[in-house]
C-alpha cells in the first residue's frame, strides 16, 4: 500500500489525510516517465559509442569473411585470366601462324581486372560482370583451339598433297623456259609463261607430285591448245596442270598418290619439241612450280625421292 501523508489541523488539532489531486499524480508520471526515457537514450547513445551490439559484431564478422571471399575470387580470375592470355599468345604467334589462321581479338571481351580491383571485390553484380567476360574470353580461346585441331588433323593430310616433287626425273629432264614473262617461242612476243618446260624425249614417265584427284582430262590435237593434258586437284585450293602428254595414263575422277605415273611426255598441241608443260595453281592462281620441290637429282634418285615424300 502506499505510504499516506499527513498534516496537522490547527483548529481541530488532529491529523489529517494529505489528499494528492488525480491533475498532480499525472503531472508526475509524465515527468517520471520522460525523464526515464532521456535517461535510456543518454545510455543507448553512449553504450553504443564505446560498445557493439552482438547483432552489429555478427554483421560484420559475416561482412569482412564476404570480403575476404571476393579478394580471392578475384585473384583467382587473374590469375586464370593470365593463364588464358599465355595461351592467347602461343595461339596467336605460333599455331596460327603455322597454319596461317587470322589472328583473333580480345578487343571487345578484355575484362581490365587490374582496374576493376576498386569495386568488383566488394560488389557481387560487378563481380559477375567480369566472370561473364572472362567465360567469354575462354569461349572465343577455346573455338580457336577448335579451328586450329581442324587444321592439325589436316596437316599430314595437307603435306601428302602438297605438290612438293618435281614432275618428272630430272636426270632425264632440265628446266628450259622459266615461269613469268619471257618471249612467245613462235611469236616472238612477250607472253606470260604460267609454268616450267621440261624438254624430255616422247616416252619419259610423268608423276603426280602430290595425292590427289583427277579433275580434268582433255585430248587434243589443236596446235593453239595444251595438247592432251591433266588436271589433278590436290585440295586445300591447290591444282596441277601436265600438258602436252603423248599419252594419258589416268581418267577423270581416279583418285592418285605421289610419285604415280600418270602419263608420257610428249608434243601435241601448241608445242616446239617434246616437253612437258608442268603449272602449280592456288585457288587459280599459277605459282611458280620450282618453289615446291628441291632438286636433289644429283645425290638421289627419282624413286628414293618419291618413297621418301610418301
Given at each position: 500500500?502506499?505510504?499516506?501523508?499527513?498534516k496537522?489541523?490547527?483548529?481541530?488539532?488532529?491529523?489529517e489525510?494529505?489528499k494528492?489531486?488525480?491533475?498532480?499524480?499525472?503531472?508526475r508520471?509524465?515527468?517520471?516517465?520522460?525523464?526515464?526515457?532521456?535517461?535510456f537514450?543518454?545510455y543507448?547513445?553512449?553504450y553504443?559509442?564505446?560498445?557493439?551490439s552482438?547483432k552489429?559484431?555478427?554483421?560484420?564478422?559475416?561482412?569482412l569473411?564476404?570480403?575476404?571471399?571476393?579478394?580471392?575470387?578475384?585473384?583467382?580470375i587473374?590469375?586464370?585470366?593470365?593463364i588464358?592470355?599465355?595461351?592467347?599468345?602461343?595461339?596467336?604467334?605460333?599455331?596460327?601462324?603455322?597454319?596461317?589462321?587470322?589472328?583473333?581479338?580480345?578487343?571487345?571481351?578484355?575484362?581490365n581486372?587490374?582496374?576493376?580491383?576498386?569495386?568488383?571485390?566488394?560488389?557481387?553484380?560487378?563481380?559477375?560482370e567480369?566472370?561473364n567476360?572472362?567465360?567469354?574470353?575462354?569461349?572465343?580461346q577455346?573455338?580457336?583451339?577448335d579451328?586450329?585441331?581442324?587444321?592439325?588433323?589436316?596437316m599430314e593430310r595437307?603435306?601428302?598433297?602438297?605438290?612438293?616433287i618435281?614432275?618428272?626425273?630430272?636426270?632425264?629432264?632440265?628446266?628450259?623456259?622459266?615461269?613469268?614473262?619471257?618471249p612467245?617461242?613462235f611469236?616472238?612476243?612477250?607472253?606470260q609463261?604460267?609454268g616450267?618446260?621440261?624438254p624430255a624425249a616422247?616416252?619419259?614417265?610423268?608423276?603426280?607430285?602430290?595425292?590427289g584427284v583427277?579433275?580434268?582430262?582433255?585430248?587434243?590435237?589443236?596446235r593453239?591448245?595444251?595438247g592432251?593434258?591433266?588436271?589433278?586437284?590436290?585440295?586445300f585450293?591447290y591444282?596441277?596442270?601436265?600438258?602436252?602428254?603423248s599419252k594419258?595414263?589416268?581418267?577423270?575422277?581416279?583418285?592418285?598418290?605421289?610419285?604415280?605415273m600418270?602419263?608420257?611426255?610428249?608434243?601435241?598441241g601448241?608445242?616446239?619439241g617434246p616437253h612437258?608443260?608442268?603449272?602449280?595453281?592456288?585457288?587459280g592462281?599459277?605459282?611458280?612450280?620450282?618453289?615446291?620441290?628441291?632438286?636433289?637429282?644429283?645425290?638421289?634418285?627419282?624413286d628414293?625421292?618419291?618413297?621418301?615424300?610418301k
Amino acid at each position: 500500500m502506499p505510504r499516506q501523508k499527513y498534516k496537522l489541523n490547527t483548529e481541530s488539532l488532529d491529523f489529517e489525510v494529505i489528499k494528492i489531486p488525480l491533475r498532480r499524480k499525472t503531472q508526475r508520471f509524465l515527468v517520471m516517465f520522460v525523464s526515464s526515457l532521456i535517461l535510456f537514450f543518454i545510455y543507448t547513445q553512449i553504450y553504443y559509442q564505446f560498445f557493439e551490439s552482438p547483432k552489429i559484431m555478427l554483421l560484420k564478422s559475416k561482412t569482412l569473411n564476404v570480403k575476404l571471399k571476393y579478394d580471392l575470387l578475384l585473384k583467382d580470375i587473374e590469375n586464370a585470366d593470365k593463364i588464358v592470355n599465355d595461351i592467347n599468345q602461343r595461339d596467336q604467334n605460333m599455331y596460327r601462324t603455322l597454319f596461317g589462321l587470322d589472328k583473333i581479338s580480345y578487343t571487345a571481351e578484355r575484362t581490365n581486372i587490374d582496374h576493376q580491383k576498386e569495386y568488383l571485390v566488394y560488389n557481387v553484380n560487378k563481380t559477375f560482370e567480369g566472370l561473364n567476360k572472362f567465360r567469354r574470353k575462354v569461349y572465343i580461346q577455346s573455338k580457336s583451339f577448335d579451328i586450329i585441331s581442324k587444321y592439325a588433323a589436316n596437316m599430314e593430310r595437307m603435306a601428302l598433297c602438297m605438290p612438293s616433287i618435281p614432275p618428272i626425273d630430272l636426270k632425264k629432264a632440265r628446266v628450259s623456259d622459266s615461269f613469268g614473262w619471257r618471249p612467245d617461242p613462235f611469236t616472238g612476243l612477250p607472253r606470260q609463261h604460267k609454268g616450267l618446260d621440261f624438254p624430255a624425249a616422247v616416252g619419259t614417265p610423268i608423276y603426280a607430285s602430290g595425292d590427289g584427284v583427277v579433275s580434268r582430262v582433255t585430248y587434243s590435237n589443236s596446235r593453239e591448245s595444251y595438247g592432251n593434258v591433266i588436271d589433278i586437284n590436290h585440295g586445300f585450293g591447290y591444282l596441277t596442270r601436265y600438258a602436252h602428254l603423248s599419252k594419258i595414263l589416268v581418267r577423270e575422277g581416279m583418285s592418285v598418290k605421289r610419285g604415280d605415273m600418270i602419263g608420257l611426255c610428249g608434243n601435241t598441241g601448241r608445242s616446239k619439241g617434246p616437253h612437258l608443260h608442268y603449272e602449280v595453281r592456288y585457288y587459280g592462281e599459277p605459282l611458280n612450280p620450282k618453289k615446291f620441290y628441291i632438286d636433289e637429282s644429283k645425290e638421289i634418285s627419282y624413286d628414293k625421292i618419291i618413297n621418301r615424300t610418301k
